[in-house]
């Protein structure tokens, strides 16, 4: 059973970094694609950022491209999300997400497992 635990988060200045992680367990992160989402009170949930397994190829949301970087970790079977000069615009719960395909997409609807969310707010 594939299961993703979330860790990071938390409140941070306008302008700062955070780093979100999600690890995996119940399932070989070599043959999954990943996704990180987010969702503020109101609105839907939306891509951040995505790695394919086939290739390690990533995709960023126009929103957030040159400020995060999603990465992985395969010893640790963990997925990154790291995040730089955080705006305002960018609280949100945020998503890990997996599915077992070679190439990711930006459609939340392709990814079959979730990790828990995690809040992150900027504020000053």
């Known amino acids: 059973q594939v299961q993703l635990v979330q860790s990071g988060g938390g409140l941070v200045q306008p302008g700062g970094s955070l780093r979100l992680s999600c690890t995996g367990s119940g399932f070989n992160l070599d043959y999954y694609s990943f996704g990180w989402f987010r969702q503020a009170p109101g609105k839907e949930r939306e891509v951040v950022s995505i790695?394919?397994?086939?290739?390690?190829?990533?995709g960023y949301a126009d929103s957030v491209k040159g400020r995060f970087t999603i990465s992985r970790d395969k010893a640790k079977n963990t997925v990154y999300l790291q995040m730089n000069s955080l705006k305002p615009e960018g609280a949100a719960v945020y998503y890990c997400?997996?599915?077992?395909?070679?190439?990711?997409?930006?459609?939340?609807?392709?990814?079959?497992?979730w990790g828990q969310g995690t809040q992150v707010a900027v504020s000053s």
């Open positions: 790695m394919s397994s086939a290739d390690g190829s990533t």
């Open positions: 997400a997996a599915e077992r395909r070679a190439l990711a997409t930006y459609y939340h609807g392709d990814f079959g497992s």
